[in-house]
């Protein structure tokens, strides 16, 4: 199962491992090692019931009583900080169009792996059934989604941006070089046929504000991000102070922000918006009066339309 609430409010406070980042040159340390094997897994089981079969020829996901599924494949990305990290992708059936599919880049909240995206159950905690949800409607839009799984920072998988080792340090963090590495393995096909001047993020919880730490660090890469129950890239929780110049070409934000949410307090959000909004920056705000620190419904369609909105 998910760590609960407590850990999700803790982890921005646990030390992380540094990494130094090298200077060898990108495009000889990316590598890709596809599986279309796809696995079945997940960190929520309904007992008696199997996942829905799926004929990739005529459709990506599907949902039975139990669970909601989308098909993936996994390659390995070689990084300048000399590991190995992990990314899950689809992109949707038929041709690609002119210039390549649209990428989305969806990043985990705490805890579970990656994976968890594509496989979950319709009872799964913080709104987790939404997840796949969210991959079928970016796929079905047009895009191709990736999923980079996090590594474990102080035992737990999480992301680096607002921990204590990397959040003022971000370019010597193993996250930064993935993150080179995945623009990079865009640009050279490892994930088959995409755009990578048409890129976009969304994350949840600590993915949220690894989705921030791509818009005020990734800038002239991003077209737009969505970021759910998050804030800024180096707050955490209750800890947040919002920079006084953030960029001006800061990418056009989505906020999807649960009301009741314990662990994230929607005013750090809302201080990050008006940060946002004041330097002239595109901003929507959608909040959820019933949602805590969760996915809520909606937010599938939302982040497709928002990154429709701004292509």
């Given at each position: 199962?998910?760590?609960?609430?407590?850990?999700?409010?803790?982890?921005?406070?646990?030390?992380?491992?540094?990494?130094?980042?090298?200077?060898?040159?990108?495009?000889?340390?990316?590598?890709?090692?596809?599986?279309?094997?796809?696995?079945?897994?997940?960190?929520?089981?309904?007992?008696?019931?199997?996942?829905?079969?799926?004929?990739?020829?005529?459709?990506?996901?599907?949902?039975?009583?139990c669970y909601?599924?989308?098909?993936?494949?996994?390659?390995?990305?070689?990084?300048?900080t000399g590991?190995?990290?992990?990314?899950?992708?689809?992109?949707?059936?038929?041709?690609?169009?002119?210039?390549?599919?649209?990428?989305?880049?969806?990043?985990?909240?705490?805890?579970?792996?990656?994976?968890?995206?594509?496989?979950?159950?319709?009872?799964a905690p913080?709104?987790?059934?939404?997840?796949?949800?969210?991959?079928?409607?970016?796929?079905?839009?047009?895009?191709?989604?990736?999923?980079?799984?996090?590594?474990?920072?102080?035992?737990?998988?999480?992301?680096?941006?607002?921990?204590?080792?990397?959040?003022?340090?971000?370019?010597?963090?193993?996250?930064?070089?993935?993150?080179?590495?995945?623009?990079?393995?865009?640009?050279?096909?490892?994930?088959?046929?995409?755009?990578?001047?048409?890129?976009?993020?969304?994350?949840?919880?600590?993915?949220?504000?690894?989705?921030?730490?791509?818009?005020?660090?990734?800038?002239?890469?991003?077209?737009?991000?969505?970021?759910?129950?998050?804030?800024?890239?180096?707050?955490?929780?209750?800890?947040?102070?919002?920079?006084?110049?953030?960029?001006?070409?800061?990418?056009?934000?989505?906020?999807?922000?649960?009301?009741?949410?314990?662990?994230?307090?929607?005013?750090?959000?809302?201080?990050?918006?008006?940060?946002?909004?004041?330097?002239?920056?595109?901003?929507?705000?959608?909040?959820?009066?019933?949602?805590?620190?969760?996915?809520?419904?909606?937010?599938?369609?939302?982040?497709?339309?928002?990154?429709?909105?701004?292509?």
């Open positions: 199962m998910r760590p609960d609430l407590r850990v999700f409010a803790a982890i921005a406070l646990l030390a992380a491992f540094t990494a130094c980042l090298g200077t060898d040159d990108l495009k000889n340390a990316v590598s890709s090692v596809t599986d279309t094997t796809e696995p079945i897994t997940s960190v929520f089981i309904c007992d008696g019931v199997e996942p829905p079969a799926i004929d990739e020829t005529v459709e990506l996901c599907a949902e039975n009583q909601e599924r989308c098909l993936y494949e996994t390659s390995s990305l070689s990084t300048v590991g190995t990290r992990t990314i899950h992708w689809q992109h949707p059936l038929g041709a690609a169009p002119a210039g390549g599919w649209p990428v989305a880049l969806l990043f985990q909240g705490a805890g579970p792996a990656a994976e968890a995206y594509w496989l979950s159950t319709t009872e913080f709104g987790g059934v939404y997840e796949p949800r969210v991959i079928k409607a970016l796929l079905d839009a047009g895009y191709a989604v990736l999923t980079p799984e996090p590594k474990r920072n102080a035992g737990i998988n999480s992301w680096q941006s607002n921990v204590i080792s990397h959040r003022g340090d971000w370019e010597n963090s193993d996250d930064h070089s993935l993150m080179l590495a995945m623009f990079d393995a865009i640009t050279y096909g490892t994930f088959g046929n995409l755009d990578g001047d048409r890129i976009h993020a969304a994350g949840i919880s600590s993915g949220g504000y690894m989705t921030s730490r791509l818009a005020v660090t990734y800038q002239d890469r991003m077209a737009s991000v969505a970021i759910v129950a998050g804030s800024y890239a180096t707050c955490a929780g209750l800890l947040c102070s919002i920079p006084d110049d953030l960029p001006g070409d800061h990418p056009p934000v989505l906020f999807l922000h649960g009301e009741k949410d314990g662990v994230v307090p929607i005013s750090t959000m809302e201080e990050y918006e008006a940060a946002l909004a004041a330097t002239g920056v595109t901003t929507k705000v959608i909040t959820d009066p019933r949602a805590g620190h969760e996915w809520f419904a909606g937010t599938p369609a939302e982040i497709v339309t928002w990154f429709q909105s701004h292509p």
